[in-house]
């Protein structure tokens, strides 16, 4: 079973601080991470994309990609209380589309 | 900004009914996708389709369920014979895949399906 494991949180943070989640999968052939973003009742919204071992940034985000440590990061920088939601980490995998998600981590954004 | 848009956003149904839940992907986009979410539980992947045919189907999507692109627009998701589990939101996405990495898949609003 090819698993994305994240912490559920809640994971709490303080209005402006950088707010840190993490996402470990268990498959090597792994291909593309993906990041989105889902408000209560609502459906994913894609922040980020990365392939390629290293930083890549995008506004306040920053994604992080370890494939040597099968681990993945979303770094929010100066968090806004509108930043509160679940955070999905998902997977696809080398030559396949579909994509594999974790359970998510509920992050709350405390003013 | 163009958006994968979902019809409708609330179906309710008695079990054993069928259901048609539709979407129509961003225009220019090629693969299609259908993932659910139970209540409280992790996004699933259902099945993906390219090029009129399913490229992929998890095991949860079985005889019962059926994909289907009947013009140049619209993308839809039918079960047959509907259970008490199928109760849950219904996602539809859309991918250009472009060359290379990474296939961005675009969700819509979702279908919240309540089987009664």
């Known amino acids: 079973q090819k698993e994305v494991e994240q912490n559920s949180g809640p994971l709490s943070v303080p209005e402006g601080a950088i707010a840190s989640l993490n996402c470990t999968y268990s498959d090597r052939v792994s291909q593309s991470f993906f990041w989105y973003r889902q408000y209560s009742g609502k459906s994913p919204e894609l922040i980020m994309s990365?392939?390629?071992?290293g930083d890549k940034e995008d506004g306040r985000f920053t994604a992080q990609l370890n494939k040597a440590s099968q681990y993945v990061s979303l770094l929010i920088r100066d968090s806004q209380p509108s930043d509160s939601a679940t955070y999905l980490c998902?997977?696809?995998?080398?030559?396949?589309?579909?994509?594999?998600f974790g359970t998510g981590t509920r992050l709350t954004i405390i003013p | 900004e163009p958006e994968v848009t979902q019809t409708p956003s609330h179906q309710v149904t008695q079990m054993g009914q069928e259901v048609i839940l539709r979407c129509v992907p961003i225009?220019?986009?090629?693969?299609f996708y259908w993932y659910r979410q139970i209540l409280g539980q992790k996004v699933e992947f259902l099945v993906s389709f390219y090029n009129n045919e399913i490229s992929e189907k998890s095991e949860i999507f079985d005889d019962q369920f059926s994909v289907e692109r009947p013009d140049g627009s619209n993308f839809t998701l039918k079960i047959r014979s509907t259970k008490l589990e199928d109760s849950a939101m219904y996602f539809c996405?859309?991918?250009?895949?472009?060359?290379?990495?990474?296939?961005?898949?675009?969700f819509g609003p979702g279908t919240r399906l309540t089987v009664l």
């Open positions: 990365i392939y390629s071992n």
């Open positions: 996405a859309s991918s250009s895949r472009l060359a290379g990495p990474p296939n961005e898949q675009f």
């Open positions: 998902a997977v696809s995998l080398f030559g396949n589309e579909k994509l594999t």
């Open positions: 225009s220019n986009h090629l693969y």
